[in-house]
């Protein structure tokens, strides 16, 4: 198979239209059969659910072209069974877990040509998600559903590549308590769309928002789980208001079966953030990007960017993900 005439190391985190996408459409209370097609464009009425009231949700998630020549996927069971919860909660019928998978194969081996080579710093991100299709206007949730996959090669997600990142404390809420922050539902990134062209204007690469009951305790970013690093020691927020990042539970493995350090899932107060050393921005997209400062209204904290620890993270989840170090049992699905 013939690669696509593509300059790899220079892509950014942008929509490249690729050959095929998985299509299920959902009605009369069952999903149909699906298939891949190679329409990209979607036709609905103007009443549908998803553009009144934005019901509905996605996933993330990355193929790669591993040292040896295949292409793989990371835990995409994860990504399956995130995205169950997300629809169980914004009322959606839930894709099988196991199809769900299996859409996500196909969609990789149709789009072969387009999964970046080994080496090349690029992978092919892979966005499912649904929509509630059918014509609703009283609030309620929609009776008929879509469910795609599409493909696009990506390069790094923050602008300038990886570079240490400016974050700054948020004024704005992301997430209620009680709301959906812990799930992927699209209406979480309509409330950050303000937010994160406020930061661009300000000079800021990131928003890290707070818990938006107390405004005491760190939650994450827009885009990202958030971890920080004292001594041999990995902390990271615990909140029932943040996404649990498949990379932030993958990364906590590494650190503690890998790196041998102590880990700890707590709670993070704003106060204390000053008294880590490195910072790190973890998910699909942003892998693990080094946290230079970390601005709250005019007090800069700063960390060592990519100071030892992040960088061993860096190393051993990419590692894993390329095949050049071993995976725990059922981290890598091969595709090809
Ligand atoms: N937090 C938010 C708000 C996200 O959008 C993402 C991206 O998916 C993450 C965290 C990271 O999650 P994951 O590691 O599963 O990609
Ligand atoms: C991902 O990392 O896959 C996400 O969905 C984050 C998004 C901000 C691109």
Redesign the pocket.
């Known amino acids: 198979m013939e690669k696509k005439n593509i300059d790899w190391s220079s892509l950014g985190f942008g929509y490249v239209q690729t050959d095929m996408r998985y299509v299920s459409n959902y009605k009369n209370g069952a999903w149909d059969d699906g298939c891949l097609t190679d329409q990209a464009n979607v036709t609905m009425s103007e009443c549908a659910c998803v553009l009144q009231y934005a019901q509905t949700c996605f996933e993330?998630m990355k193929a790669y072209t591993t040292q040896d020549g295949h292409i793989v996927c990371f835990r995409p069971d994860l990504n399956a069974q995130r995205m169950a919860d997300s629809c169980r909660r914004l009322k959606m019928p839930v894709f099988p877990e196991d199809r769900f998978v299996k859409a996500v194969v196909e969609t990789v081996r149709a789009n072969a040509a387009w999964v970046p080579p080994y080496g090349s710093g690029a992978s092919l991100y892979l966005r499912p998600f649904m929509f509630g299709s059918d014509a609703i206007i009283g609030v309620k949730p929609a009776t008929e559903f879509q469910f795609r996959v599409f493909a696009t090669p990506v390069g790094p997600y923050f602008k300038g590549g990886i570079k240490p990142l400016k974050l700054r404390i948020c004024d704005y809420d992301r997430a209620a308590p009680r709301g959906t922050g812990h799930v992927?539902a699209g209406l979480n990134y309509a409330m950050s769309l303000y937010a994160i062209v406020d930061a661009h204007e300000q000079g800021y690469d990131e928003n890290v928002y707070l818990d938006s009951g107390s405004r005491t305790f760190i939650e994450?970013t827009?885009?990202?789980?958030i971890v920080f690093v004292k001594g041999n020691t990995l902390v990271t927020p615990k909140s029932d208001t943040i996404?649990p990042?498949?990379?932030?539970r993958s990364l906590v493995q590494v650190a503690k079966d890998y790196l041998g350090m102590e880990v700890e899932e707590r709670e993070v107060a704003l106060s204390e953030i000053g008294d880590f050393t490195e910072c790190g921005l973890?998910?699909?997209?942003a892998v693990i990007s080094p946290v230079g400062t970390i601005v709250d209204h005019g007090k800069e904290i700063n960390y060592a960017g990519f100071g030892p620890t992040i960088q061993k993270l860096y190393d051993t989840l990419t590692g894993i993900q390329m095949g050049r170090i071993p995976a725990p049992e059922g981290w890598i699905e091969v595709i090809e």
């Open positions: 993330g992927k994450e827009g885009g990202a789980n996404l990042s498949i990379t932030r973890c998910g699909t997209a």
